[in-house]
């Protein structure tokens, strides 16, 4: 359903209707804005201006600054001369006022030249550009004197085939509809405690404000609305999930015993987090109603040991378990560590991931529905309706914010029994954020590492280090190492100055070094060409991968020795800590070198702090309070849903104030079964619960 407030209260539900209702919007039209993800006037009412055009705040002409976009009353100095060349045709006309003057242009506009005469007056908006007698403006937008437009002009996004008139148009006719009836979707307590408008006033202001006041007024209601919603529904969840029945594993001392053999096999000893991560699921196995547990370790950190060790015990109490991963790359290692880890355990463990052969795919499918597989682990290939388990007990999935929500839910079962859910995560979450969006896990920190690892001496250096750098690849890989050179594009882009992998690649394999083993990995590779790489490197066959971020998480090769990141600006640091993490996975010295040009104060703090921190967790500390949570989160959000109005970076202080209002009311009603607050409820299911409800919503 569409992001909009369910309308109750008139015959025609005019939030649901198409926007083809509205007068002027055609078919063509109503693709058109399908492509903004608009098909319903709710959905129109929600398309959020991205910016306004303000006209209230003029700028007396020698005052102003390049670089900004202003607007200034002038007069007309000289007579505008139209020029055209070929297709081409510009107006030039120099405006000024008391305080100085100003060179404008105006292309491709020629009917202006009949329009503007010298000594009128006109009120000009646009980017302002140079300064002193060189200061000009490029194709501003013109007002007579007493145009009586609004002040702060919406601007939409857009799509080909749009005008920003055409949307402003099909909004203003939503909002004059008589049958438009905005319902209240917070309770009236939470309103007054914390200052908040109605839900009728913010919408309609924040499309047509009068004052930058009613901007803020309505943003602040309509980003706490959205945190506030998804935050109690998902409490509410996590209430619902003790009404659920949940896998009976009998954790039998002859299962227990079997556990701490199976650890007692290991070479290594469980750091203090592993261990306490195990006893977390194993007291969750115990419950009544399906667990779902969010492990969050550093990278590194021995999640991937955790959760074989809570499949085992699965297994032995006569449960299944399955393992999803994103890629099949990260899945084919799963199924070998666990297959290492769990060796001499006697239990089945299979991979099924897109690559599979139709032939060896239904044999699989057989056995695992006849109970002869324990652990299946693999891509999405595990949850296409075909594949049916005998007994699920546990769903383990890894980095679950590179999945749709939709699928996560789907590894939960279909039957009355819901397996108990177990979520690894090395994408480091500040303990305060986790607590207040992942409302409906219990979480689970591990932030030990094994013992012997060695920190991942990381520094900071830029193009004219070049040599230097050179020179450190050939000496990991005169050791025998190996070198993970990154890049944030695949491509040249003729807009950014960047080093795409194709050119890195190239210089580093034809002019640098041409005697060693070079090679190139990208999302663009097909599947199985992504697989030969790996398996090469694995092999220890190539010597230096020249790679996008398709290596970000859970690429495990020991011999990996240096990281080389180019470009590190245009990265988040959280990523660049992740980056980090393909090397130092042995007992060998590893090194990081972040390569960026960039002389902005708060990157080269960025990369600074990266240098000093080697905790995942402290990193995305330091990150919360140099940049806010958007960084930490991505533009993915950790797979929740977009946001219409909230932002994650702009709005930290606004998300802990409506994660207290939503423990405000859940505290209190835990089900939103009272009148205030079962529109909650509703809203909730209106605009996520096809995206996140847990079964049965």
């Known amino acids: 359903m569409s992001d909009s407030h369910v309308c109750e209260d008139t015959s025609d539900h005019l939030f649901r209707q198409s926007i083809t209702t509205l007068p002027r919007i055609s078919d063509k039209r109503k693709k058109m804005f399908a492509k903004l993800g608009v098909e319903t006037v709710g959905d129109l009412i929600w398309l959020m201006p991205r910016l306004y055009n303000d006209w209230s705040q003029?700028?007396?002409?020698?005052?102003?600054?390049?670089?900004?976009?202003?607007?200034?009353?002038?007069?007309?100095?000289?007579?505008p001369s139209l020029t055209r060349r070929g297709k081409l045709s510009y107006i030039r006309a120099r405006l000024s006022d008391d305080t100085g003057s100003i060179r404008a242009v105006w292309f491709n506009q020629p009917w202006l030249s009949d329009r503007l005469k010298r000594g009128d007056r006109y009120i000009f908006?646009?980017?302002?550009?140079?300064?002193?007698?060189?200061?000009?403006?490029?194709?501003?937008?013109?007002?007579?004197?007493?145009?009586?437009?609004?002040?702060?002009?919406?601007?939409?996004?857009?799509?080909?085939?749009?005008?920003?008139?055409?949307?402003?148009?099909?909004?203003?006719?939503?909002?004059?509809?008589?049958?438009?009836?905005?319902?209240?979707?917070?309770?009236a307590e939470i309103r007054s405690d914390y200052r908040l408008a109605t839900a009728d006033f913010a919408l309609r202001k924040i499309h047509f404000p009068e004052s930058e006041h009613d901007i803020e007024v309505a943003r602040r209601r309509l980003a706490f609305e959205e945190l506030f919603l998804l935050i109690a529904g998902l409490r509410y969840m996590k209430a619902g999930r003790r009404e659920e029945c949940g896998p009976n594993i009998e954790l039998t001392q002859p299962v227990l015993k079997r556990l701490k053999s199976q650890i007692d096999r290991l070479?290594?000893?469980?750091?203090s987090s592993q261990e306490s991560a195990?006893?977390?699921?194993?007291?969750?196995?115990?419950?009544?109603?399906?667990?779902?547990?969010?492990?969050?370790?550093?990278?590194?950190?021995?999640?991937?040991?955790?959760?074989?060790?809570?499949?085992?015990?699965?297994?032995?109490?006569g449960f299944q378990s399955v393992m999803m991963a994103p890629t099949t790359i990260l899945a084919s290692q799963h199924a070998e560590s666990v297959a290492s880890i769990l060796e001499g355990s006697g239990l089945s463990i299979a991979?099924?991931?897109?690559?599979?052969?139709?032939?060896?795919?239904?044999?699989?499918?057989?056995?695992?529905?006849e109970g002869e597989i324990d652990i299946l682990i693999g891509t999405h290939a595990v949850i296409e309706k075909d594949v049916q388990f005998a007994k699920l007990g546990c769903c383990v999935t890894d980095e679950q914010h590179r999945f749709g929500v939709r699928q996560r839910i789907k590894l939960s079962g279909d039957g009355d029994i819901i397996p108990h859910m177990l979520v690894m995560s090395a994408t480091p979450i500040p303990r305060t954020l986790a607590l207040i969006l992942y409302g409906e896990l219990d979480i689970t920190e591990m932030k030990?590492?094994?013992?012997?690892?060695?920190?991942?001496?990381?520094?900071?250096?830029?193009?004219?280090?070049?040599?230097?750098?050179?020179?450190?690849?050939?000496?990991?890989?005169?050791?025998?190492?190996?070198?993970?050179?990154v890049c944030p594009m695949i491509e040249e882009s003729p807009e950014l100055t960047i080093n795409s992998a194709e050119t890195v690649f190239d210089r580093l394999s034809r002019l640098v070094f041409p005697d060693r083993r070079v090679a190139l990995m990208h999302g663009k590779l097909k599947v199985k060409e992504k697989s030969d790489v790996m398996r090469e490197f694995d092999r220890g066959d190539i010597d230096i991968l020249v790679s996008t971020t398709v290596i970000e998480v859970g690429i495990d090769q020991p011999n990996a020795t240096l990281l080389i990141v180019e470009n590190a600006e245009r990265f988040g640091l959280s990523q660049l800590h992740q980056l980090r993490g393909r090397v130092g996975r042995s007992l060998?010295?590893?090194?990081?070198?972040?390569?960026?040009?960039?002389?902005?104060?708060?990157?080269?703090?960025?990369?600074t702090a990266l240098c000093r921190n080697s905790s995942g967790f402290a990193i995305a500390e330091e990150d919360l309070l140099l940049r806010g949570p958007g960084d930490v989160f991505g533009v993915q959000q950790h797979g929740l849903p977009d946001f219409r109005v909230a932002n994650l970076y702009?709005?930290?202080?606004?998300l802990k104030e409506a994660s207290n209002a939503a423990e405000q009311i859940v505290r209190v009603d835990p089900h939103l079964i009272n009148h205030e607050t079962r529109v909650i409820l509703t809203e909730f299911k209106a605009r996520y619960g096809d995206r996140l409800a847990r079964p049965g919503l």
């Not at 004197?145 to 749009?162: H, I, K, N, Q, R």
């Open 58 to 79: 003029r700028i007396p002409v020698g005052h102003l600054v390049g670089g900004d976009v202003a607007a200034f009353e002038a007069v007309i100095e000289s007579v």
């Open 125 to 187: 908006r646009g980017k302002i550009e140079g300064s002193g007698r060189a200061c000009s403006v490029n194709t501003p937008e013109i007002r007579a004197l007493d145009d009586e437009s609004p002040m702060f002009t919406p601007v939409y996004p857009l799509t080909a085939g749009l005008s920003q008139a055409t949307v402003r148009q099909a909004i203003e006719a939503a909002f004059s509809d008589r049958n438009l009836v905005i319902t209240e979707s917070l309770p």
């Open 267 to 271: 070479p290594y000893s469980l750091t």
């Open 278 to 317: 195990i006893e977390s699921i194993l007291n969750d196995f115990r419950l009544t109603y399906p667990a779902n547990r969010l492990i969050q370790g550093d990278v590194g950190s021995g999640k991937t040991v955790v959760a074989a060790m809570a499949m085992a015990v699965a297994a032995w109490s």
């Open 351 to 369: 991979l099924l991931t897109g690559g599979v052969t139709a032939a060896r795919k239904r044999l699989l499918i057989d056995a695992l529905a």
């Open 448 to 485: 030990d590492m094994p013992s012997g690892r060695k920190d991942v001496k990381t520094y900071t250096a830029t193009s004219r280090d070049r040599s230097r750098i050179d020179r450190l690849i050939e000496r990991e890989t005169n050791l025998g190492h190996q070198v993970f050179v």
């Open 588 to 607: 060998i010295q590893s090194y990081c070198v972040l390569v960026s040009d960039s002389e902005d104060p708060l990157v080269r703090r960025r990369l």
């Open 650 to 654: 702009e709005d930290s202080a606004l």
